[in-house]
């Protein structure tokens, strides 16, 4: 019991340090304290919802996120040995890289955008071109802000006003959502049900820590990660280190016998 309640304690604190900063000088905080000191990403409450099976397309959803850590399981008896990739802070200077190396490397991925980065017509070419490429949108709210620091309007206006402009992009409205610094309210939660978006948070993560901002490192750490497991949902960003270890990454995770899991086969709310 002892080794399970440190084990815990482990990935409850590593998932704190996540999705750090922006290139707009944002850094993880909450109540101007570092993230990695204060508050759980885990919603106790989050883990009650129940999710519906739906269908994309022609395809049936066969992973349904737990949210005891955030990783997928499989709903039937399709492949457990998967893992998701995800890249915050999109579109920014290494997105479309990203999504090129990706592309031809024929696996797939979301990309949770910020709706700050979508204000000028270069970065919305950008998002256009990498849903065009076959890869989903996700929403990580229009400014990177902390929602338990704002009112519920303002929630409701971070998330809504991304997901208009999204869809004025590319046509699709996302279906993922992921709150800057995992921190959700009950009231960003709701809207998030309201768009038909799925809640996640991550399972790991490294590239915003300064000991992992280079390629070899950073490949090493994501391929070796004591949070490694079937599901794991990984957490890396626009970052020039990420976009030049992703390759490696992809490769390392193959040999290991892991498959991308493809956000199409996600079940996400109805």
Same mark, same amino acid.
């Given at each position: ?18 999705? @750090? ?5 944002? #850094?993880? @905080?909450?109540?101007? !304290?570092?993230?990695?000191? %204060? ?6 409450? &989050? ?50 890289? $990203? ?30 071109? $990498? ?8 929403? *990580? ?6 929602? !338990?620091?704002? #009112? ?9 006003? &991304? ?5 004025? $992009? %590319? ?12 921190? @959700?309210?009950?009231?960003?939660? !709701? ?32 391929? @070796? ?11 890396? *960003? ?27 086969? $996600?079940? %996400?709310?109805?």
């Amino acid at each position: 019991m002892i080794i399970k309640g440190v084990a815990l304690f482990a990935l409850v604190s590593f998932l704190l340090m996540a999705c @750090n900063g922006q290139s707009s000088g944002r #850094t993880e @905080n909450d109540n101007q !304290k570092s993230v990695e000191t %204060t508050t759980t990403v885990q919603d106790e409450d &989050l883990k009650k919802e129940t999710s519906k099976t739906i269908v994309d397309g022609n395809v049936k959803a066969e992973y349904r996120v737990d949210k005891e850590n955030w990783s997928f399981k499989p709903i039937g008896d399709a492949n457990r040995k998967v893992v998701l990739l995800t890249f915050d802070d999109a579109p920014d200077k290494y997105s479309l890289k $990203i999504a090129q190396t990706l592309k031809r490397l024929e696996v797939p991925a979301i990309f949770f955008v910020n709706g700050h980065f979508l204000e000028n017509d270069e970065n919305k070419a950008m998002l256009k071109e $990498i849903h065009e490429m076959g890869f989903s949108i996700g929403n *990580h709210t229009y400014s990177h802000v902390n929602l !338990k620091q704002l #009112t519920e309007k303002e929630q409701e206006r971070e998330i809504v006003k &991304l997901n208009n402009l999204v869809e004025g $992009i %590319t046509g699709v409205r996302p279906k993922y959502f992921r709150a800057p610094f995992g921190s @959700n309210t009950e009231h960003s939660k !709701k809207v998030a049900e309201k768009e038909k978006m799925l809640v996640m948070n991550w399972t790991y993560g490294y590239d915003w820590e300064k000991e992992y901002q280079d390629k070899k490192a950073l490949t090493e750490i994501m391929l @070796n990660s004591p949070y490694l497991g079937s599901g794991a949902n990984l957490l890396m *960003h626009d970052r020039k280190w990420t976009s030049e270890a992703i390759e490696d990454i992809v490769k390392g995770f193959q040999k290991k016998g892991y498959e991308i899991l493809a956000p199409k086969l $996600i079940e %996400t709310p109805v």
